[in-house]
Every structure is written in C-alpha cells, then in structure tokens.
C-alpha cells in the first residue's frame, strides 16, 4: 500500500496525477501515462475525476456496502454473532487501474462488478453498526 496526501478541495483527477508521479518513480511505464487513463475504484464505483474528495466527504457519500469515506472517530466493540446485513462503520483503501486494462477486463471479477458513481442513486438498504442495538423496543 502506498499513501498520497491531498489538500482539501483536490479533485480525483489531482489525486491521480500525484499517483501517477509517485507511481512513476519506480516503474518506467507509468510516466507514459496520463492521469486521465486512470480510474479510481472505491467500493466497487469508479469515482469520475470531476469529484472533489471534499464533496464526497461532506455530502457522506456512500457506497455499495457502506460509506465511501468515513471519518468519525468510534469505537468498534463486537461480542457474539456478526451480521452480515449489517455494515462495518470503516471503509477498504481504494483501487488505481489503468482505463485500458479496464476495457479489458471489465467482464471478469472484479471489474465486471464495477459501475461509474452517480451521487444521486441509492446503493444499498445496509444499517450503520450498532443500529440493531439503539432501536427501542415495543
């Protein structure tokens, strides 16, 4: 795993330019590439590199299987049986690919399960964790 840091209103399109130069000191190819042939996958969406990381935060974006970024600080107890239905309140590091390897790859896992983000659909019914112990009973 690797680590970039980006200033508050960076695009993913800065996010993938300061990839790619990292990348680009250790493997030759990868100064050949521009930054728009690359894709961003985060919880199986490719994030369009118009985004701010920003409005992903703030707006709480979410995923798949749960919130695309979160940063609340918690603490995550589990005793017994664990939920599958129920999501984890932490979210997986995200994917770099090159667009062309996407092109052809898109009809094996795991990009045959990746779709373009769109803000306004609903990914999924999950429950944030530790809802099924807040609920009042009857």
């Known amino acids: 795993r690797r ?3 980006c200033k508050k ?3 993913v399109a800065r996010f993938l330019e300061l990839v790619r130069c990292d990348l680009a000191k250790e493997f030759r190819e990868m100064g050949n590439v ?3 042939a690359l894709l961003y996958v985060k919880e199986d969406l490719i994030i369009p590199q118009d985004i701010s990381f920003y409005d992903l935060i703030a707006t709480r974006a979410r995923g798949k299987s749960g919130p695309l970024f ?3 600080v918690h603490e995550d107890v589990r005793l017994g049986a664990v939920d599958a239905r129920v999501e984890k309140d932490e979210s997986h590091p995200g994917k770099i690919v090159e667009r062309r390897w996407y092109d052809r790859n ?3 896992f795991p990009a045959s399960r990746w779709e373009i983000y ?3 659909k609903e990914y999924g019914s999950y429950t944030i964790h530790g809802g099924e112990v807040n609920k ?3």
């Open 3 to 5: 680590t970039v840091q």
């Open 9 to 11: 209103g960076d695009t």
């Open 34 to 36: 521009s930054s728009d």
């Open 70 to 72: 979160n940063f609340d």
């Open 106 to 108: 898109k009809h094996i």
């Open 118 to 120: 769109d803000p306004a």
């Open 136 to 138: 009042k009973k009857k």
